[in-house]
């Protein structure tokens, strides 16, 4: 059989939109090609029934209204860009403004905001496959890209797998930026919930949520996840880093050793729900992930009538380091792909229950 598939309205470039329903045995996805973005994604718990993880809204027109990227995979490049320019080939390219002097997320021109084409000859009941064009013209940053999304349940995970190929030298930097709830995405808090990171460095912030370039060790600070601690537990330190973030919004590097390898992506985060049993490990193939806590989230009419508030919602978000294309250092990766190269991207949700 083929993907089951019913219409959701009109996308943000006002184009017919679907929504996509993929099921296995302990998870369930509900996926849109209104941009790629993940509506749902429900998970059996420990009492046998199902959760909802994810924030968001029961139609599309939610998506159009709400300020956090809510459920979206963010393209063609994610977080910030300082000042909203960057130099490539000895070149300036210049780029919308939207989070004070910052780019972030790209901007309205973002994959995000694009109706995509599903190939439906190659999605099943599990397999969700889709395709845009991401043109230059569009968003500022150099040459046309051609860009692959699939998404892939197993028995109790999903991989999201980002392909693409550009005809000019270019910046690509694509996330998912899911907000999860491991309780169900109608409890409101983060209470009952630890998490855990692969990661003994993150770095350091500095003015409008720009990282300095300097990597900080974790150890003995807030910012260590390396044994499992309650999420909120320190979400009030007087750290001036959480200063600025108002909570944590902090770049970590992923531990890269053999025992957290899984085939050719790392283990990022786990994070458990008491409440629900629920655990989930983040797995990724990017030098690191963003840490987000929700801590500006303000998002009336949620699904099933939920208004979001702040903290109701965790991000780890698989990516470079943010600005990394306009730091000058030889151990910070930065997200150039050059023309007819390909990129790739994944990200794997691994969930259990006990």
Known sequence: MGVHETLWGNGFDLKPVSLFTLKEKNIEADISNMGGLIKSLRVKGRDGSFFDVILGFDDAEGYKNNKSCIGAIVGRNCNRIAEGKFFLNNREYCLVQNDGTNNLHTGPGGTHYKTFDVDRDKSTETVLKMHVIDKEEEMSFPGNVDLDYTYTLGENTLLFEANAVPDKDTVINITSHL?????????????????????????????????????????????????????????????????????????????????????????????????????????????????????????????????????????????????????????IAKPIVRSGEHYNLKILYEFTFE
Not at 197 to 221: A, D, Q, R, W
Not at 242 to 264: P, V
Not at 285 to 293: A, I, K, L, S, V
């Open 179 to 331: 907000y999860f709830n491991l309780s169900g995405q109608e409890t409101l808090n983060l209470n009952w919930q630890s998490i855990r990171f692969n990661s003994e460095l993150y770095n350091e912030l500095g003015k409008h949520m720009i990282p300095t370039g300097k990597c900080c060790h974790v150890y003995g600070t807030c910012f260590d996840f390396t044994n499992p601690k309650p999420i909120l537990k320190d979400i009030f330190s007087d750290d001036i880093q959480m200063e600025k973030a108002n909570g944590y919004d902090h770049n970590f590097i992923i531990k890269r050793t053999e025992d957290a390898r899984r085939d050719d992506v790392y283990l990022c985060a786990v994070a458990h729900s008491d409440m629900s049993g629920i655990t989930m490990k983040v797995y990724a193939n990017t030098p690191g992930f963003q840490y987000y806590t929700g801590n500006f989230l303000n998002e009336p009419n949620g699904k099933g009538g939920v208004d979001y508030v702040k903290r109701s919602g965790f991000c780890i978000e698989p990516q470079f380091v943010p600005n990394a294309i306009n730091m000058d250092s030889d151990i």
